[in-house]
């Protein structure tokens, strides 16, 4: 991740702008300006709003600010082991059985119910 702050240092360096020009035109102050530079992901705020200061620190440089953002989210996905097949399937298969049981146990209530009531009355 660190890599695509890199990547906007280097074109604002090369088009020589400062930090706070690009604070000045984008509204985002020149700390979270920094930590996406330095790669400080901690130092930022929700998600949310680090996506949309990348978006918009790239757009300030000329540079495409979708692509910025979706590199973001495919490093994040890296980060994140998938969840093995199995799992859910055993998922699936426990709240089958629940369900069933469920629909067992209210058709026995029913039947109950109706022999009492037909022997009641």
């Given at each position: 991740m660190k890599q695509i702050g890199k990547e906007l240092k280097e074109v604002r360096e090369e088009k020589?702008?400062?930090l706070d020009e690009v604070a000045e035109k984008t509204k985002i102050q020149t700390r979270f300006l920094k930590a996406?530079?330095?790669g400080n992901w901690e130092d930022l705020p929700e998600e949310v709003y680090l996506r949309g200061f990348l978006r918009t620190y790239a757009e300030a440089l000329?540079?495409?600010g979708k692509e910025f953002v979706e590199s973001?989210?495919?490093s994040l996905n890296q980060d994140i082991p998938p969840s093995l097949p199995e799992d859910d399937?055993?998922?699936e298969s426990s709240?089958?059985?629940l369900l069933l049981m469920i629909i067992i146990i209210l058709i026995g209530l029913g039947v109950i119910?109706?022999?009492a009531w037909y022997?009641?009355?």
């Open positions: 020589g702008i400062s996406i530079e330095n000329g540079l495409d973001y989210n495919r399937e055993e998922e709240s089958q059985f119910g109706v022999l022997f009641l009355f």
